[in-house]
C-alpha cells in the first residue's frame, strides 16, 4: 500500500521567486512522478516568466483568487477566481497579475519534472539577487522549455 500524503496550509515546500512565491505541495513523490502540484502567489501588478513552451509536459493553473492575465501567442484571457487553463505540450504561454491583490494559482505538472525547474529558479534568486529574464530562461532550458519570442 502506498503512503498518501497531507499537506496541510502551513505545509509545503516554500520557494522564493522575487514578487512570486512557490509553494510545492506534491513533488511527484506520492504519484510516481506522473503530477506535480504547486500554489503559485504572485504580487500584484507583476509579470509571470516570458512566454515559452514546454516540449515535455502538460501544464494547468486554477485561479484561487485574483485575477490572472494569460497570453497564449497573441490571445489574451482574462482569468478570475474559478478559472481553470490547461496548456498542452508546444503551446506559447505566460500569465500576469494586472490587478491590485495578489494572485493565487494552484499549478499542476504532467509529469513532475517541473518542479525541479522551481527549485533551480529558487536558486537563482537566492540572496536577494533578481531574477532575470535571461537567468529564468537558461534555467527553464534545463527542462525541455523554451522562450517564443515571435509571441512577445
Do not use: K, W
Not at 515546500?13 to 505541495?25: K, T, W
Not at 506522473?34 to 516568466?49: D, F, M, Q, S
Not at 508546444?90 to 494572485?103: C, E, I, K, S, Y
Request: hydrophobic content about 35%; proline content about 10%; aromatic content about 8%.
Amino acid at each position: 500500500m502506498n503512503d498518501v500524503s497531507v499537506v496541510g496550509p502551513d505545509g509545503g515546500e516554500l520557494i522564493g521567486l522575487g514578487p512570486a512565491q512557490m509553494r510545492i505541495l506534491e513533488d511527484g513523490s506520492t504519484t510516481a512522478h506522473r503530477l506535480g502540484i504547486g500554489e503559485i502567489t504572485l504580487a500584484p501588478h507583476n509579470a509571470g516568466p516570458p512566454q515559452h513552451r514546454h516540449a515535455g509536459h502538460d501544464e494547468g493553473f486554477y485561479v484561487v483568487s485574483g485575477t490572472a492575465r494569460f497570453t497564449v501567442g497573441q490571445t489574451d484571457y482574462e482569468a478570475p477566481a474559478g478559472t481553470l487553463v490547461m496548456v498542452p505540450p508546444g503551446v506559447p504561454h505566460t500569465f500576469a497579475n494586472p490587478g491590485d491583490r495578489p494572485l493565487v494559482m494552484l499549478n499542476t505538472f504532467t509529469p513532475d519534472l517541473y518542479v525541479q525547474y522551481f527549485r533551480d529558479l529558487g536558486q537563482a534568486a537566492e540572496n536577494g539577487r533578481p531574477l532575470t529574464e535571461q537567468a529564468t530562461v537558461e534555467v527553464m532550458s534545463r527542462y525541455a522549455t523554451t522562450p517564443a519570442p515571435e509571441f512577445s
